[in-house]
């Protein structure tokens, strides 16, 4: 049976793995954010940057579960409240996802958009402060609304008319046409 050793009983060689690991799992979910910045908003990878936000917390939800498990045997409230954590983060992930896996289930669907306008949301600071916006009306007067990026804001500026492929649930532009 395998039995799980506190770090203070550990030999040099399997506290440097311990800590190889937690380092690795740390860099990866910096590397992950980074990647997640850089994603597009419109296009093939519209979908992988809806998925990119659910994934931050199953990382999450991982980390605190497997805290709770290596401090088992040190601390019982520990397991709880890690568990418990893990529990909340995982439900987050899967109600983030739940519309991204509706879509890529039904597939995109095709509008044709009129009196269209494109807006530029600036927030207070940082790298995500500015966020771009297509705005438009379909021919039963629905009126819709999907992330852009900056290069295709400054396309579409003058702009009337435009029919988009998209996910509906998510919002998300694979194509426009």
């Not at 039963?140 to 804001?153: L, P, R, T, V």
Request: glycine fraction near 8%; proline fraction near 2%; hydrophobic fraction near 45%.
């Amino acid at each position: 049976m395998w039995r799980i050793k506190k770090k203070e009983n550990l030999r040099e060689k399997e506290k440097t793995r311990s800590d190889i690991i937690g380092f690795a799992f740390w860099i990866g979910l910096l590397l992950y954010i980074i990647a997640g910045l850089v994603m597009p908003e419109t296009g093939r990878w519209c979908m992988v940057n809806e998925g990119w936000g659910a994934g931050i917390f199953l990382f999450l939800g991982m980390n605190f579960l497997c805290a709770g498990i290596r401090n088992r045997r040190k601390n019982r409230t520990a397991v709880v409240v890690g568990t418990a954590m893990a529990i909340v983060f995982f439900v987050i992930c899967g109600w983030m996802s739940s519309k991204m896996a509706s879509d890529l289930i039904a597939g995109p669907q095709i509008a044709h958009l009129t009196s269209v306008t494109v807006d530029e949301y600036n927030g207070l600071h940082g790298l995500a402060s500015h966020r771009y916006y297509l705005c438009g009306y379909d021919e039963n007067w629905e009126e819709y609304q999907f992330d852009i990026s900056a290069d295709e804001y400054y396309e579409l500026e003058e702009k009337q008319q435009i029919t988009v492929l998209y996910y509906p649930r998510t919002e998300r532009i694979l194509k426009f046409l």
